[in-house]
């Protein structure tokens, strides 16, 4: 065998490694360029020269607190728009409710004219109470995502004092004006004798009226004159010039019992067992004593005529059951003798009659049957109106639809149709009061009527008797904050 090496050597590739430079460079090129590009699109994709950390660290720190600035402020921007929205909403309500005050305003100055009659006068005032309704329509309706504008919040503070004795045996305020200003209040200690009293609270101010025992009734109209007795004759004390009148001149000495005055001061109504003459000045008293009737007086006549409203005689009749429509033309209260006729039960029963009718006819508008529970309308309150209604609480079951005998507001016309108002369990002897325009009740309560009065706090209520609607207008946490 021959060696033969050279041919060997022939036979070997040569390899060569990294030595294509060029080619290498033109790589790194192309890849810086690609970045770049990246780089480039990034930022006109996203519209930010600095996208991240590595663009530029220090002026990403400061993007970063601009653009957080930025989209808070647009934040506040939207708010501020949200806001507007709102106040929009609540200005546009706000435009109805103006509007419609100005329309009540021109119904009022029409039923001031003196050539329209009751009638007339009563579709004005049914078109003033439906623009009251809409109103707290308004009020209670107007919403911003969710949000009454207009409804107001409960109170929990203890309100406005009105009036505040000084002594435990005081008597406190009785009667109100219309305006809030003027208050009746009874004392037998904080001032210098026992009586009578109104109170300003304006001027901070306390007029005393007579010096006497507490049980002489008193009563107050909305403009804060007062009528009063002595235990023996009426006065009236009016509150704008500060003159007493003396509107009897009896020598007997009997009670008025049940006086009360209407909320526009024209027409009294008191039960007496001195005798008037019906249809005689309120002056001339008959000098004996009698039978105890109920008796009507127009205030606003210069005789002061008398009208005998009930010829029977019928048991004694509480101030609070006895009550005056507020222009005085209707009234109602609560007897348990045979008045109409169809009582011979005895029973506690609501009476009514028209007062400018040319002959009174006393109405029975209700009429229950078998024993009368112990409530009746004994010491709870009623509120007649100008289109012969009344408001009453009872516990009997008018309608048929208080079968458990709960305390519950009812309404009664002079025809006899009653309405029980809503499916509430009151207070007994509870009082309540009829606003103005005849379209609210207001009362106090310590029961959870609605859910919202878990503490059983005496809260204040309000009830739409347009709609049935019962509202809680105070959150109270504590039973010392209000008493009835």
């Known amino acids: 065998m021959l060696w033969r090496p050279r041919a060997a050597l022939a036979d070997v590739v040569a390899v060569t490694l990294g030595t294509n ?72 309500a706000l435009g109805q409710v103006s509007n419609t005050l100005a329309r009540m305003a021109e119904l009022a100055q029409q039923a001031s004219n003196g050539s329209l009659g009751r009638f007339q006068r009563m579709s004005l005032h049914q078109e003033y109470r439906a623009l009251g309704d809409e109103i707290r329509r308004i009020s209670e309706t107007t919403q911003f995502n969710g949000i009454n504008l207009l409804a107001g919040t409960r109170s929990t503070d203890t309100g406005t004092i009105l009036y505040q004795p000084d002594q435990a045996a005081q008597q406190g305020a009785t009667a109100v004006s219309a305006t809030g200003r003027y208050a009746l209040v009874g004392s037998d200690d904080g001032f210098s004798t026992l009586g009578w009293n109104v109170y300003d609270r304006v001027t901070n101010t306390t007029t005393e009226l007579i010096q006497t025992a507490l049980n002489t009734p008193a009563t107050m109209d909305a403009s804060g004159n007062v009528v009063y007795s002595d235990g023996t004759n009426l006065f009236r004390y009016d509150i704008s010039t500060r003159v007493t009148t003396k509107l009897t001149n009896s020598s007997v000495l009997t009670g008025y019992y049940g006086l009360q005055i209407s909320a526009d001061g024209s027409r009294l109504a008191f039960t007496s067992t001195t005798q008037f003459t019906d249809g005689a000045s309120f002056s001339e008293a008959v000098s004996s004593t009698g039978s105890n009737r109920l008796y009507a007086v127009d205030l606003t006549s210069s005789a002061q005529t008398v009208r005998r409203v009930t010829q029977a005689t019928f048991g004694l009749v509480s101030a609070r059951q006895l009550s005056l429509s507020s222009d005085g033309s209707k009234i109602f209260f609560a007897s348990n003798s045979n008045l109409a006729g169809t009582n011979a039960d005895g029973n506690w029963e609501v009476y009514g009659t028209d007062l400018t009718a040319a002959n009174l006819s006393i109405h029975q508008v209700t009429n229950t049957t078998g024993t009368t529970p112990s409530l009746g309308f004994q010491g709870a309150s009623m509120k007649a109106t100008n289109d012969g209604r009344v408001y009453f609480v009872d516990s009997r079951d008018y309608t048929g639809q208080n079968g458990a005998g709960n305390i519950q507001l009812f309404s009664a016309s002079l025809s006899g149709s009653i309405a029980q108002i809503g499916n509430m369990n009151l207070t007994a002897a509870m009082t309540f009061s009829l606003s103005a325009d005849e379209s609210n009740i207001s009362f106090l309560s310590a029961r959870n009527l609605i859910g919202e009065n878990p503490t059983l706090a005496f809260q204040a209520y309000r009830i739409d008797l347009g709609n049935g609607t019962l509202k809680q207008l105070t959150n109270f946490v504590t039973t010392a904050n209000v008493t009835p």
Do not use: C, H, K, Y
């Not at 996208?51 to 653009?67: E, I």
């Open 21 to 92: 430079i060029s080619s290498m460079r033109a790589q790194r090129s192309l890849d810086r360029t690609g970045d770049a590009l990246r780089t480039i699109f990034e930022r006109l994709s996203s519209g930010a020269r600095i996208n991240r950390a590595a663009d530029d660290a220090a002026g990403l720190a400061v993007s970063m607190s601009l653009s957080t600035r930025s989209r808070v402020l647009a934040r506040s921007d939207r708010n501020v728009q949200d806001g507007i929205s709102a106040i929009n909403i609540a200005d546009g």
